[in-house]
Every structure is written in C-alpha cells, then in structure tokens.
Nanobody, 121 residues
C-alpha cells in the first residue's frame, strides 16, 4: 500500500559527499515524521536523522554538523545530504516514514529497501 524508494547511494572517498533521496507513494493520506536509519555489517540498525512534518530535526551525535535531513516540497520526499563522509559511515541506509493511509485513521511505519553507501579510498 505504501512504497518508499531510496536512491543516491554509492561509493565515495573519505571527505566526499553524497545526497540520498527517498520518495513515498501509494494510498497515503498524510505523513508526519520521516527518517533515515543505517545498518553496518554486524551492527544493529541505528537512527541517523529524523524530521517532522513541521520541519523539526534531530540527528545522531556521530553525524551532527556533517549530515542534513530535509523534506521536499511534495512533502512525501525526504533527503539526506551527507558531507565530510568517513569510512565509519559505510552502511546500508534506509528511509522510514510514519504514514496514515487514506483507508484508515491509524498510523504505521514503513521502510524502504535500502541503499548502500560505501566510504573508502
């Protein structure tokens, strides 16, 4: 009923930049928070950044000052601008959205399929 499609991952050298995009589509009535998570090999999935429908943001300490999360004009899109990338940023990055469907007053979380980010020289 809801699809989240990420794009923008890839291989980048340390110190470089990447911009991830995520677009939500489907039977959507409204989206409040959208977020980016990441999971490195052998580690648990962790929250990277979150943004509310009102534009409030929060970041993991490890990415503060380097990453910026933003919402698109269409409100069903979210971006993650990643600067000054480090090898420890290497992970699969997942988009998450808290969505209310047209057919129900309930809210539920949805995930994208993930996009690989590799930071290596």
């Amino acid at each position: 009923q809801v699809q989240l499609v990420e794009s923008g991952g890839g291989l980048v050298q340390p110190g470089g930049s990447l911009r991830l995009s995520c677009a939500a589509s489907g039977n959507i009535f409204s989206i409040n928070t959208m977020a980016w998570y990441r999971q490195a090999p052998g580690k648990q999935r962790e929250l990277v950044a979150v943004i509310t429908s009102g534009g409030s943001t929060n970041y993991a300490d490890s990415v503060k000052g380097r990453f910026t999360i933003s919402r698109g004009n269409a409100e069903n899109t979210v971006y993650l601008q990643m600067n000054s990338l480090k090898p420890e940023d290497t992970a699969v990055y997942y988009c998450n959205a808290n969505v209310r469907l047209v057919t129900t007053p309930l809210w539920a979380g949805y995930w994208g399929q993930g996009t690989q980010v590799t930071v290596s020289s």
